[in-house]
């Protein structure tokens, strides 16, 4: 049987993504995703969990990332589990997991310096979502909601993705 290797995650990058170009005319971009979860302890104490996740992205999400994904940007990333495996300089087996980005969506609103919807091909496809409210004097049509489903027009500001 065969298995699944997923993962989803929606958090913030915790620095600007590091971007390698290698001599094959490939990029890889490295970067940290903090996710928070919060809840409410048995002794009814609110409680905040931050967890890190190491991310990478190639080739065109890779140079899409290094344009526009900045400290603190919030994304969407689908991707696998990645185990790698390397000797430090003292001999010992080293191992670091990592998410390999296949589909990415930037949820912050209109980047600086502009750019709409981005959209990509080979490997998965990433966009940004559209800005949480138009700019005054400028009207721009509302976006459908996604996955079929309603949301009243006030709360579309509200929703994470």
Known sequence: MAGINKVILIGNLGADPEVR????????????????????????????ATEWHRCELWNQQAKVAEQYLRKGS????????RTEQWTDQNGQTRYTTKIRGLSMQMLDGRP???????QGGGGGGYQQAPPAAPPAGNP??????????????????????
Do not use: W
């Not at 001599?23 to 009814?44: C, L, P, Q, W």
């Not at 919030?74 to 589990?81: A, P």
């Not at 600086?112 to 981005?118: K, L, P, V, W």
């Open 21 to 48: 170009h290698l001599e094959s005319g490939s990029s890889v971009a490295n970067f940290n995703i903090a996710t928070t979860e919060r809840y409410t302890d048995r002794n009814g104490q609110r409680q905040e």
């Open 74 to 81: 919030k994304i969407y990333l689908e991707g696998k589990l």
């Open 112 to 118: 600086e310096g502009g750019g709409g919807n981005f």
């Open 140 to 161: 721009v049509p509302s976006a459908p909601p996604a996955q079929n489903f309603q949301v009243p027009e006030q709360e579309v500001d509200d929703l994470p993705f």
